[in-house]
C-alpha cells in the first residue's frame, strides 16, 4: 500500500549556500553589517536598474527591514494630520491595515472590484466622497498589479495622497507614474526572497531620502537639509536592511528569471488542468499573466469551498483562506476603523481558497488537488455572479 506524502501549502525557495558563497565573501571582506552597507547600495542600484527599464523616468530604491516597515515610513513621509483617513481594501493582508493605524492615521475600509479583486480609483473615490479621507493605500493583491497611471491621475484629481502595496507583485508590478510609491516584500515567501525584506520604490527622491532617514531612527544624514547631521528630523524607526539579507537579495536576484519562468510554466499547467475539470464551477482573478506567481487562488461556491477542505484535510492537501478574515472582521481590538459597505469583498472571500502551489510542487500533487477540488464541485449549485 502506498503512503500518501502531505502536501503543504507553500514551499519557498531560496539561494542555497553555493549561490550565497560569493555575496558572504563580500561580507568578510566588508566587515560592514548594516547601516546601508556596500552589499545594500549595490542592491538598491541593481533594483533601480531593473525598474528603470519598466519607466521612463529616473527610480529610488530604499531597502527596508520589511514590507509592513516600508509601508509604515511611506505612510508616514506623507506627514498628514494625526487621525486623518486612509483607504485600503477589505480583501488584503493584515499588514496593510496595521501600518496605517501605526503612522497614526485612521483606516478607511473599502469594497473591492468584482473582477479584478483589487481596489480601484472608482471605488477610492466613492470611498473618499464618504469618508472624507487624505490618502488610499491600494493593494496588489495576490500579486496582481495596480495601474500605477491611473492611480496618478486619481491623485492629480482628488489631491489624496496614493501609496501601493505591491508585497507580493514583484515582477508583475512596476512604477510607471513617477508620483506613486510602490512598496514590495523580499519576506522568504515571495518571488524575491532575502529571509526578511522590503523596498520602496518611487521617481521622487524626497519620498526615498526621507523613507531613508525614517528607517534609521529619523537621523539627519544630509548635509543640506538646513538641519544638523545627526539630530533627529523625524520620529523614525529602525527598518534597516542587515547585509546578511541584502547577499541573500543579490543571489536571489541572480536567480530570478530561471525562477519566475518555472513558477509561471507550474502555474500555467495547474490552472489548465483545473479549468479542464471543473471549468465553470471557478472563477479567477481577472488581470495580467503574472511574472512570478507565488500563491495559487481561485474562487468557487461557498458550499463547494467548504467541501473541499473536508476532503483536503483528510488528504493531508494544505489550503489557507488567503486574506481571511476580511480587515473589519479582525477588528474588536484593532480600533479605530471606519468601513464602508463591502458586499463584493465578502462575496469573494465566502468562496476563495488558496491550493497548494510552489516551485516544488509535482504532476502528482497537482492530480491530486485536482481530484480534490472535482469531487468538492460535482453536484454544487454554480458559483453567484458578482455583477
Ligand atoms: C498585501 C501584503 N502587504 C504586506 C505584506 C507584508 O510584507 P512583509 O512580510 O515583508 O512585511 C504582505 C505579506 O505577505 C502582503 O501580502
Known sequence: MSVRTAIPLLTPLLPDRDSLA???????RNRHYSNFGPLNTALEQRLSGLFEAHSNH???????????????????SLDLPPGSKVIVPALTFVASLTTIIRAGYIPVIADIDPDSWLLTPAIAAEAATQSGAK?????????????TLGWSEFQRQSGLNVVIDAAGAFGSQWVEAPDI???YSMHATK???AGEGGMVVSGNATVNNTVRQLSNFGINLDANAGFPVGHLSFVGSNAKLSEYHAAV???????????????????????????????ADLQWQAGIQLAAPT???????????????????????????????????????VAPIIKQPTPIAEAVANGLIGLPFSTFISRQDITDVVEA????????APINQLK
Open 58 to 76: 529616473p527610480i529610488h530604491v530604499t531597502t527596508t527591514s520589511s514590507a509592513t516597515l516600508g509601508l509604515e515610513l511611506v505612510l508616514s
Open 135 to 147: 490618502a488610499v493605500l491600494a493593494v496588489a493583491a495576490f500579486g496582481q498589479p495596480q495601474d
Open 373 to 380: 477540488v472535482s469531487l468538492a464541485t460535482v453536484n454544487i
Open 22 to 28: 560569493p555575496y558572504l565573501d563580500q561580507l568578510d
Open 249 to 279: 537579495a543579490h543571489a536571489s536576484l541572480d536567480q530570478w528569471d530561471a525562477q519566475a519562468r518555472l513558477r509561471q510554466r507550474i502555474y500555467h499547467d495547474y490552472r489548465e488542468a483545473l479549468v479542464q475539470a471543473c471549468g
Open 181 to 183: 510609491p510602490v512598496v
Open 191 to 193: 518571488s524575491l526572497a
Open 295 to 333: 500563491i495559487f487562488c481561485v474562487r468557487m461556491a461557498t458550499d463547494a469551498r467548504d467541501r473541499l477542505e473536508k476532503i483536503c484535510q483528510q488528504r493531508q492537501i494544505a489550503t489557507r483562506r488567503w486574506y481571511q478574515p476580511l480587515l473589519h472582521q479582525h477588528a474588536a481590538k
